[in-house]
C-alpha cells in the first residue's frame, strides 16, 4: 500500500544497508568484529538458542559493539535461571490483562497531548509533544516515579542514549545522579509503599527474591528501556505514515486496520535495529557460516522484518491484512521484550485517536521538518514538525 525505502529509514551505517548474505561479518564501534545475522529463520534460531549468551558478553575482554551495554546485574545480561527469576517478578506488570485495564488510561494521557498539539497549531513538534512525554508519563505512572521527577529523569536517560555526542565523562557524572536518585526513590517506595510497581519490587528485595543490587538495576532497565524505545518507535511510525499520507489516509479511512498498522509499522520501523551481543559458548553452525567459540554475534531486526523469504512484498505496509509472522523488534524467546505489550498499546492508541483529530495532517512546510538522533543505540528522531491544516 505504501513503500519505505532505505533512504527513508534515516542515517545507518553501511552494516545495515541491504545485502544478500544471511549471515555477514562486520566490525562495531569498538573495532571489535562480529557475525550480523540478517535472515528472519537464523535470527530466531539465535535469539533461542542457549549457545549464545548474553552473560558471555559482559566478561572482562568480550567484544562489544559499542558503549550502550546494559549492567552485568540486569536481567538484559543475565542467561538461564538467574534471568528468569528477575524476568518473573515483573512479567505480570505487562500481562495482556494488565495491558487491557490500563487502555483508558493510555487514551486519555494521549488525547491530552493530542489538545497540546492542536493549541499550537502548524509547526508542532510530534516528538516533542506526543512521542516523548505519552511513554514517559505511562512508565512514571506505571513504576511511581513522582511526577515532579520526569524532567530530570528524561534529561538523564537522553544523555545515557546518546552514543556518539556525549563526552564518557558526561555520561558518567549523569549515570552517577540517576543510579543515587533511583537508591532515594526504593528507600521512600520501602517506607511508604504505595499501588506501583516499584514498591512491588522493594518488598520482593525484602523479602529475599532479589538483592539490593538487582533491584536498583531492575528499576533502571524498565525505566529506561520502555522509554527510549516506545519514544523512538511512536516517532519512527509517524514518519512512516506521513512520507507518503496515502498510508495516513488510508487510516483515517479505515480505522479497523488499526491493529495490522500497529505491526506493519512496528515491523518497518524498528526502533532497534540491532539486538544485543550474544557470545557463542561453542562452535556453533549458522547457515553457511560456523560461528567460533568466544565470537560475538548480532540480529538485525532491520533486516530480519524485511525478509522476502518470510514477508510478502517485504518493503510494503501492508495495511488491509497485516503478515503472519510476527515481526523482530521486540526479538524472541527468552530475553523477548517484556514491555512490547506496552508499546504496542502505546501505538495501536497513537494510530487510533491522532488519524481523526487531525486529518490534513502533513510534514510541515519546512526547511527541515524531521532531524534524526545520532547515535545506534535506539533509531529515532529529535524533531518531527507537522502542518495540521
Not at 516533542?128 to 505512572?141: F, M
Not at 546518546?162 to 565523562?169: C, G, I, N
Not at 549458522?286 to 522484518?305: K, R, S, W
Request: hydrophobic content about 40%; proline content about 7%.
Amino acid at each position: 500500500m505504501t513503500e519505505t525505502t532505505i533512504d527513508q529509514l534515516g542515517p545507518l551505517p553501511g552494516i545495515l544497508r541491504p545485502g544478500p548474505e544471511d549471515v555477514v561479518r562486520v566490525v562495531g564501534h569498538t573495532g571489535d568484529p562480529f557475525w550480523l545475522v540478517r535472515s528472519y529463520t537464523l535470527g530466531r534460531a539465535v535469539l533461542t538458542d542457549k549457545r549464545f549468551s548474553r552473560a558471555a558478553a559482559l566478561r572482562p575482554g568480550a567484544p562489544a559493539f559499542n558503549d550502550a551495554q546494559p549492567a552485568a546485574d540486569s536481567m538484559m545480561s543475565m542467561d538461564g535461571n538467574r534471568h528468569a527469576r528477575l524476568r518473573r517478578l515483573v512479567s505480570g506488570a505487562f500481562s495482556t490483562g494488565r495491558m487491557a485495564r490500563m487502555s483508558d488510561f493510555v487514551t486519555d494521557l494521549t488525547d491530552r497531548r493530542l489538545d497540546v498539539i492542536a493549541g499550537i497549531g502548524n509547526g508542532a513538534d510530534l516528538i516533542e509533544h506526543l512521542a516523548r512525554p505519552l511513554p514517559l508519563s505511562v512508565l512514571t505512572t506505571m513504576l511511581g516515579i513522582p511526577e515532579e521527577d520526569t524532567p530530570r529523569f528524561r534529561g538523564w536517560v537522553d544523555v545515557l542514549f546518546d552514543l556518539e555526542v556525549t563526552s564518557p565523562r558526561e555520561k558518567a557524572r549523569r549515570r552517577i545522579e540517576l543510579i543515587e536518585y533511583m537508591r532515594e526513590l526504593m528507600d521512600s517506595k520501602r517506607r511508604e509503599p504505595r499501588d506501583d510497581l516499584l514498591s512491588d519490587l522493594t518488598v520482593a528485595q525484602d523479602e529475599g527474591e532479589l538483592s539490593e543490587n538487582e533491584l536498583l538495576t531492575l528499576g533502571l532497565t524498565l525505566l529506561m528501556a520502555g522509554y527510549e524505545t516506545t519514544t523512538g518507535q511512536i516517532g519512527l511510525s509517524l514518519l512512516a505514515l506521513l512520507t507518503d499520507r496515502s498510508a495516513y489516509q488510508v487510516l483515517l479511512a479505515h480505522p479497523e486496520y488499526v491493529k495490522n498498522a500497529t505491526e506493519e509499522l512496528i515491523r518497518l520501523t524498528p526502533a532497534t535495529p540491532l539486538t544485543f551481543v550474544r557470545i557463542a559458548t561453542e562452535p556453533v553452525r549458522l547457515g553457511d557460516v560456523t560461528v567460533q567459540e568466544g565470537e560475538g554475534i548480532v540480529v538485525a531486526p532491520l533486516h530480519g522484518n524485511r525478509d522476502a523469504r518470510v514477508f510478502d512484498d517485504p518493503e510494503s505496509m501492508n495495511l488491509a491484512s497485516g503478515h503472519d509472522s510476527p515481526p523482530l523488534t521486540f526479538g524472541h524467546g527468552v530475553h523477548r521484550c517484556l514491555g512490547a505489550p506496552l508499546a504496542r498499546l502505546q501505538l495501536r492508541i497513537v494510530l487510533e485517536r491522532l488519524p481523526p483529530r487531525f486529518p490534513a495532517l502533513r510534514l510541515a512546510d519546512v526547511a527541515e521538518p524531521v532531524v534524526w538522533k545520532d547515535g545506534l543505540g535506539i533509531r529515532g528522531l529529535a524533531r518531527l514538525l507537522v502542518d495540521s491544516d
